[in-house]
């Protein structure tokens, strides 16, 4: 026998009959961790299934979002500059001129506003701005002062760009169009009802008084305006086919679908139900038929032998 084979045959003479009661508890304890550590690693397994399957939604929503989303606007790009977090930076000069000439009709013509934009993006005596402060107020006090009159027009200009129905109904001017019901509507949809509303209230007018007719039956009839009445219905209608085909072609890309409701799902397990029970009665009558077969067979065999 080696020496290996000696040693080791000394640990197990040791383990068994000098440490028997130590090595049996150990023993007991690894047999009541194996059930933990087995259910640990099931549960582990359906973890990381559900992970893979976050991680897989995470990644396509992240690039459906980059081609939805507007981040490459050179408008957003140049209007991000209006954050005092960054000024100081060589980029958000080049920016806020960019701005200033989107908004070229705010600046007056005979202002520099380069050189403007060039100090206050180097102007150490300007108030301290932390990030999460109020960026209004920070523009304000800096107007308040003064300083920098055609880069103040175009930052007034900025902070009131009109971006959504919502901004709208905070101000109250339109609180017949917004409701909660229609607070997600589209924007183009948004934009017509209040150009005709702004219409029609500065004018003091109602719809019926806007379209009133002198003679309701022998009067002129607006044909532009029947038109497209009857034309708005199919435009709606084909819009909402293409968005729900569109729906559904993303739906199919990235794996996903519609959820149902709870009738649905019953009605779902029902025929899920009925196809099983249909399959069932179809394997017994298979099995019966065989059987009758084999009985069949077997007596044919006898009466040929006889």
């Not at 009558?285 to 084999?294: F, G, I, M, P, V």
């Amino acid at each position: 026998m080696t020496d290996l084979g000696k040693e080791r045959k000394r640990r197990v003479v040791k383990k068994i009959w000098f440490e028997s009661e130590k090595v049996e508890l150990h023993l007991s304890v690894y047999l009541g961790v194996l059930p933990i550590l087995k259910e640990y690693v099931m549960v582990f397994q359906v973890i990381k299934d559900f992970l893979e399957k976050v991680i897989k939604a995470y990644v396509a929503c992240g690039k459906y979002m980059q081609v939805k989303l507007p981040l490459k606007s050179k408008t957003l790009q140049a209007l991000s500059s209006i954050d005092p977090v960054v000024r100081g930076h060589s980029e958000a000069g080049t920016q806020l001129r960019q701005l200033a000439g989107i908004m070229k009709h705010l600046v007056p013509q005979e202002s520099d506003i380069t050189q403007e934009i060039i100090r206050y993006n180097v102007d150490s005596t300007l108030a301290q701005y932390r990030e999460g402060d109020n960026m209004v107020m920070w523009w304000a006090h800096l107007m308040s002062t003064g300083k920098y009159p055609a880069l103040s027009g175009v930052i007034r200009g900025a902070v009131s760009i009109f971006h959504g129905p919502m901004v709208e109904s905070s101000f109250n001017l339109m609180g017949d169009i917004i409701d909660s019901k229609s607070a997600n509507m589209n924007i183009s949809t948004f934009d017509a009802i209040q150009t005709a509303k702004y219409y029609m209230k500065s004018r003091g007018m109602t719809a019926t008084m806007m379209f009133k007719r002198e003679e309701e039956k022998f009067g002129p009839v607006d044909r532009k305006l029947c038109q497209n009445m009857r034309a708005a219905g199919g435009r709606d209608k084909a819009q909402r086919a293409e968005r729900l085909l569109e729906r559904r072609r993303r739906q199919v890309e990235y794996g996903c679908s519609k959820t149902c409701g709870s009738a649905q799902n019953k009605r779902t397990v029902q025929e899920e139900e009925k196809e099983e029970r249909l399959r069932h009665a179809a394997k017994q009558r298979n099995a019966a038929r065989r059987r009758a077969l084999e009985i069949l067979q077997g007596k044919a065999k006898k009466m040929k032998k006889c």
